[in-house]
């Protein structure tokens, strides 16, 4: 069943049913670098494959190397043009994160899209790996660093190359559903209270007022460099592994269960 409102179009001209293929038809992305995280499953993997269909070289940040090895295979096989490179880099520690960026910055010397596109969403309440409630690490606090560490390279290519670059924060209409005082900063790590969804939810709002700060920042330095935060839309993928709600409304919307391999351990 597919919803009259998908099908409306824009200003724009396109639509919510309207592909990345259909998005990017003409556009010659040669000579440009992205970033993509969370790139093996669902939005991070389609970003990726259309990026690199239209010539961008693509380095996907990936948990699970091995599947990000299968997922650039994939790719290539479709585009046997396509530059596409797997780089280890799990979200939720941020020694992985200082490591990937260290290593991006010493392999690449450019880079003009960045977008922070992976993670989790309602999972039972768990920290991690530098003791921070799971969600809010991953989502937020990562991605956070990962900009940081890699701003320079992003401005030396703006310069560079007279381009604008482009960073991309993949937030959720679901930020309007954090908890009722916003972001609990005194209450991150406090698993009293915690609710999966909020805590999502907490951590998307962060993204938003992540890239809102940052276009605000960049645009006063009079860098070359727009930050953006986006809605995709409400898909079904496995980010919905955790939360049974949602894979009830896929049943629905499509008449059969989503089919979701376990996923790998978080920690």
């Known amino acids: 069943m597919k919803l009259w409102l998908f099908n409306r179009k824009g200003p724009s001209g396109f639509s919510a049913s309207s592909t990345a293929e259909e998005v990017t038809d003409g556009i010659d992305g040669s000579g440009l670098t992205a970033i993509v995280t969370g790139a093996t499953s669902g939005i991070g993997t ?41 780089m280890e880099l799990d979200l939720s520690s941020l020694a992985s994160v200082r490591n990937f960026a260290s290593e991006y910055n ?44 890699l701003l320079d390279t992003m401005k030396k290519t703006a310069r560079k190359s007279g381009g604008e670059g482009r960073i991309i924060n993949v937030s959720s209409e679901g930020h309007r559903l954090a908890y009722h005082e916003g972001i609990r900063f005194d209450k991150i ?33 009079g860098v070359d460099i727009t930050a953006n935060s986006v809605h995709p839309g409400a898909i079904a993928t496995n980010i919905i592994r955790h939360n049974s709600l949602f894979r009830s409304m896929n049943t629905i919307l499509h008449g059969e269960s989503l089919s979701l391999s376990p996923p790998p351990p978080l920690l």
Request: no cysteine.
């Open 46 to 86: 389609e970003t990726a494959r259309v990026l690199a269909l239209r010539g961008v070289h693509v380095v996907m940040g990936v948990r699970d190397i091995a599947a990000g090895k299968d997922v650039k295979e994939t790719i290539v096989k479709e585009i046997p043009s396509a530059k596409v490179d797997a």
């Open 106 to 149: 010493i392999q690449h010397h450019q880079l003009n899209i960045l977008i922070n596109n992976a993670g989790i969403m309602g999972t039972p309440f768990m920290l991690s790996k530098d003791n921070i409630e799971l969600q809010f690490a991953t989502n937020h606090l990562g991605h956070f660093l990962l900009t940081n560490l």
């Open 189 to 221: 790590n406090d698993p009293s209270g915690y609710n999966g969804f909020r805590a999502y939810s907490q951590s998307k709002l962060a993204n938003i007022l992540h890239a809102n700060e940052l276009a605000r920042r960049l645009k006063e330095d």
